[in-house]
């Protein structure tokens, strides 16, 4: 067996292989020999019928996909073992199977997508424009104000403002009758968030307390006619105590203000760094992203990423109780153009990954320990066993491997880059 034709065109290895005449005829004989071994004919005990009896009753067409599995197995490793060098996405593959015949060369045509090129543009002494969501200020006030809402207290109102909150009993119905009102639920809203209905809370100001009303909702084809039921309990304001120790003694925190305002501004400070750093990371990939060359992108490879978000897509539809078509139908969408929508996003994902694994082959040094992947692993292993989810562990290390040697890629990366935050 030897490999007489191999080119590679569109990041696709084009490979013949050719079995000689002997080697053909050794695996028709093995495949006859396996079935004289099972089948019982007629005159013959098992495994000693001649073989010009077994193919005048197995015909060679009969027998071909047996055949043809052994040899190109063969023929699949021994040109994987040839092309040791060759970065290939998967597995080769046959496109079309030529009928085999006894005393003839036999020759398989496959193919081998393989990884597209990669030459990522430099990015030695760029400045990157950032944006940052928020300030280290915001930070702070957003941590504080996270603590003082856990402490809010709420007292009774005789009549609202539209920073206050209702105590309502709300249901759904399809009449406008009390009789239709099945378990309503009793709720504290904010006058400010239409959280039931858009426009609801305007109505709900100008009810009185113990009055109730019938709001109509927006027409589907399954309810042509609804309503939410809805009736004010009371009204209420939320009221944020001080920042002060006064505070801080009666929350029984053991520290004292400026102790714990210095602690507040580390937090906010470190969390602000991370967000930084998180947009650098961002702005960086995108720029490499839209500015590296890359070869074309097979269609195998392609349509991998695609099947992957569909099946996660298919996954999530499940849990919301849908089928397929009631969300194509809900979406107004086909399954082409959604095929579509997906396109920009996962074209970028290939590229991102592409990237990925041009810095991990070419920056070794960047690879994660054992130790570290093992350790790692070991406790998305113990979190997963706690869930009820147990994983293989294998699966895991090799996950954690390669989310490791992103991190420290994506650290690298950006480790030397000069970054100016854009104004809000």
Do not use: C
Not at 41 to 64: E, I, M, T
Not at 367 to 372: H, L, T
Not at 386 to 391: A, D, F, L, V
Request: proline residues 4%; without cysteine.
């Amino acid at each position: 067996m030897n490999i007489i034709e191999y080119f590679i065109e569109k990041n696709t290895a084009n490979v013949t292989m050719e079995f000689t005449v002997e080697e053909v005829n050794q695996y028709i004989r093995q495949v006859y020999v396996d079935i004289n071994q099972n089948a019982t004919l007629p005159g013959f005990r098992k495994g000693k019928a001649p073989l010009n009896v077994l193919k005048s009753r197995y015909s060679l067409a009969d027998v071909q996909e047996d055949i043809l599995k052994s040899m190109i197995k063969v023929a699949f490793n021994h040109f994987m073992q040839e092309k040791k060098d060759v970065q290939f996405i998967q597995y080769p593959y046959m496109k079309s199977v030529v009928p085999l015949q006894e005393n003839k060369p036999y020759q398989i045509k496959m193919f081998a997508d393989i990884y597209p090129q990669v030459t990522p543009t430099d990015i030695v002494g760029k400045e990157f424009e950032i944006e940052v969501s928020k300030t280290v200020v915001s930070i702070v006030q957003d941590k504080i104000n996270a603590l003082l809402e856990t402490h809010a207290t709420y007292s009774d109102l005789e009549k609202p403002e539209r920073q206050d909150y209702a105590i309502i009993e709300y249901a759904y119905t399809e009449t406008e009758t009390m009789n239709g009102v099945k378990s309503p639920k009793t709720q504290m809203i904010s006058l400010l968030n239409d959280s039931i209905q858009e426009g609801l809370n305007d109505k709900i100001m100008t009810m009185a307390v113990g009055e109730y009303l019938f709001y109509p909702l927006p027409e589907t084809n399954d309810h042509p006619n609804r309503f939410v039921y809805v009736k004010v309990i009371g009204w209420k304001r939320k009221e944020l105590p001080q920042l002060n120790q006064e505070f801080l003694d009666a929350i029984q925190s053991g520290k004292q203000l400026d102790a714990f305002m210095n602690e507040i501004n580390r937090a906010s400070e470190a969390e602000y760094n991370r967000l930084k750093n998180t947009a650098t990371i961002e702005t960086v990939l995108d720029y490499l992203v839209i500015n590296s060359t890359f070869e074309d992108i097979p269609e195998n490879l392609y349509n991998h990423y695609l099947e992957k978000q569909l099946a996660d897509l298919e996954n999530e539809i499940t849990k919301m109780k849908l089928t397929w078509e009631k969300y194509l139908e809900l979406t107004q969408q086909t399954e082409e153009s959604l095929k579509k929508e997906m396109e920009p996003e996962l074209i970028k994902q290939i590229k991102l990954d592409l990237l990925f694994r041009h810095f991990a082959m070419t920056h070794p040094e960047l690879a994660p320990s054992e130790e570290n992947v093992k350790q790692e692993a070991q406790l998305l292993h113990d979190r997963f066993q706690k869930e009820g989810h147990p994983y293989e562990m294998v699966k895991l290390e090799n996950y954690m491997r390669e989310n490791l040697n992103k991190g420290n890629i994506m650290d690298w990366l950006v480790k030397d880059v000069k970054t100016k935050i854009k104004p809000a």
